[in-house]
């Protein structure tokens, strides 16, 4: 077998994790492997503070041998050379004297530097670098190399882009099918759902995870309310507020608000200039909390706005078959700015699906 083959079944180790349980930190996936060439050690990073893959993997090869001085590790990412919620995995190797690291990608973190500290210290380090490891840890690249959560961007429209005609009403553009995708896959992998107080209002949408045969799951949700509209008397019956055990409304907004808020709203003070949000601030503070993956759910005026701040990093489209010809439809994409074709945005199309007559775009956004 070779490195890639080996780092592949390192891979697929690295799948058994659930993204939410080991965020803000990346899928890692191990092996140690004897001068035999045969896998006498697995192991993969399953929550977010406890042992990485690598110890896993080391701790499981010792059941067989005490002895790891002529045994290849090999890991999916470059391994942590710094302290933080556990010690370096880098110590752990050279603590067992293992001879040989093979690396499947390289850590965007620049506080990690594992594959330099382990060469420095005589180790054999090789790097075999694999597309689908780089692809399943877009999420935390993004988070590390752009610092703010990925944005993906989700719409229901028209063959002709309209999302809702011009009194608003959107329900239903997309069928039953793809609505439920929405619900097991997107909002099930984000860890909040990004919309504006004017969209909660008109739709009056709970905004949480609703699927087949069991009780819905309660979401974050940030809303774009500069006026606090959604704390008002009248808006108190909204969907939104529902029970919440372990998730919170966030409002974004520059106002104050003097009076007491249930544990489970927060208001998030951000600069608004010209009536456009600084949404390079809130970023920073959403990945504080680890909120890393953001599900976009919005009207036209703020997916223009994440598009034009370069924030939006993959879009899905769910086509239905239907037309609206009307001038005054709501648009996927509401901006008043001159584009000529030289300038606009460049999309990657990387998945297509079909669910009965709708038809879902992924596109990864080439800025």
């Known amino acids: 077998m070779t490195s890639a083959d080996y780092l592949h079944i390192a891979f697929l180790l690295a799948k058994r994790a659930n993204s939410k349980d080991i965020r803000p930190n990346p899928f890692v996936g191990a092996i140690v492997v004897d001068a035999n060439g045969e896998i006498i050690g697995e192991g993969y990073h399953i929550k977010a503070g406890e042992?990485?893959?690598e110890v896993n993997a080391i701790n499981d090869a010792k059941f067989k041998t005490s002895d790891l001085s002529n045994c290849t590790l090999f890991v999916t990412l470059e391994p942590c050379s710094h302290t933080g919620k556990t010690p370096p995995c880098t110590h752990f190797i050279l603590e067992?004297?293992?001879?040989k690291v093979v690396i499947g990608a390289m850590d965007p973190n620049p506080l990690v530097s594992g594959a330099e500290l382990l060469t420095e210290a005589g180790?054999?380090?090789?790097?075999?670098?694999?597309?689908?490891?780089?692809?399943?840890?877009?999420?935390?690249?993004?988070?590390?190399?752009?610092?703010r959560p990925k944005y993906i961007l989700k719409a229901a429209t028209t063959i002709n882009g309209k999302i809702g005609d011009r009194l608003g009403n959107s329900k239903w553009i997309s069928n039953v099918k793809s609505r439920n995708y929405v619900h097991q896959v997107l909002r099930t992998n984000a860890d909040a759902i990004l919309t504006t107080a004017k969209t909660v209002i008109k739709d009056n949408a709970?905004?949480?995870?609703?699927l087949a045969e069991s009780e819905?799951?309660?979401?974050?949700?940030?809303?774009?309310?500069?006026?606090?509209d959604i704390l008002k008397e009248e808006n108190k019956g909204l969907g939104i507020f529902y029970?919440?055990?372990?998730?919170?409304?966030?409002l974004i907004t520059d106002k104050t608000y003097e009076h007491a808020l249930p544990e489970n709203i927060e208001i998030i003070n951000i600069n608004i200039n010209g009536g456009e949000c600084d949404l390079i601030q809130l970023n920073e503070i959403l990945l504080k909390k680890n909120i890393c993956e953001v599900l976009v759910e919005a009207g036209g005026k703020l997916n223009a706005s994440l598009l034009k701040d370069k924030l939006v990093d993959e879009l899905l489209v769910f086509l239905g078959p239907s037309l609206l010809i009307d001038n005054n439809a709501l648009n996927l994409f509401n901006a008043s700015d001159i584009q000529t074709i030289e300038d606009s945005v460049q999309l990657s199309l990387i998945e297509t699906q079909t669910f009965d007559n709708d038809i879902m775009l992924k596109y990864k956004l080439l800025y």
């Open 206 to 210: 709970t905004m949480n995870i609703r």
């Open 96 to 99: 067992h004297k293992i001879p």
């Open 51 to 53: 042992a990485h893959a």
């Open 243 to 250: 029970p919440r055990k372990e998730t919170k409304i966030y």
């Open 123 to 147: 180790v054999n380090v090789e790097i075999c670098i694999l597309p689908e490891i780089l692809a399943l840890n877009s999420l935390f690249n993004t988070n590390q190399l752009n610092k």
């Open 216 to 228: 819905p799951k309660e979401l974050n949700l940030i809303i774009i309310d500069k006026q606090l």
